[in-house]
């Protein structure tokens, strides 16, 4: 049985958050939802204030901010920590 990991990624439609975009999409696997957030979207606002997304872009997986999302920016050794990327 596999297990569905479900991986949020919040932008601004900026070029630094199509960058985290494509890593995220480059690191998933079969087993990863990724869903885009617009943060001009206000449920996905209150979805950001709800994890704790202070700037942009921001990546949460299964309900956590990824560690690197918590000041340092998106990055890859970070986000498969949290489990990106693995059946």
């Known amino acids: 049985m596999t297990i569905q990991r479900k991986v949020?990624?919040?932008?601004?439609g900026c070029p630094i958050c199509?960058?985290?975009i494509e890593l995220v999409n480059r690191l998933a696997c079969s087993s990863c939802e990724v869903v885009i957030l617009d943060m001009n979207d206000i449920?996905?606002?209150?979805r950001?204030?709800?994890?704790g997304?202070?700037?942009v872009?921001?990546?949460a997986i299964n309900g956590?901010?990824?560690a690197c999302c918590l000041g340092a920016g998106?990055?890859?050794q970070a986000l498969r920590a949290a489990g990106l990327g693995q059946a």
């Open 43 to 46: 449920e996905a606002a209150k």
């Open 48 to 51: 950001a204030h709800d994890l």
């Open 18 to 20: 199509q960058s985290a």
């Open 64 to 66: 956590q901010l990824a």
């Open 53 to 55: 997304v202070r700037a």
């Open 57 to 59: 872009p921001a990546v």
């Open 8 to 12: 949020e990624v919040f932008s601004a």
């Open 74 to 76: 998106v990055e890859e």
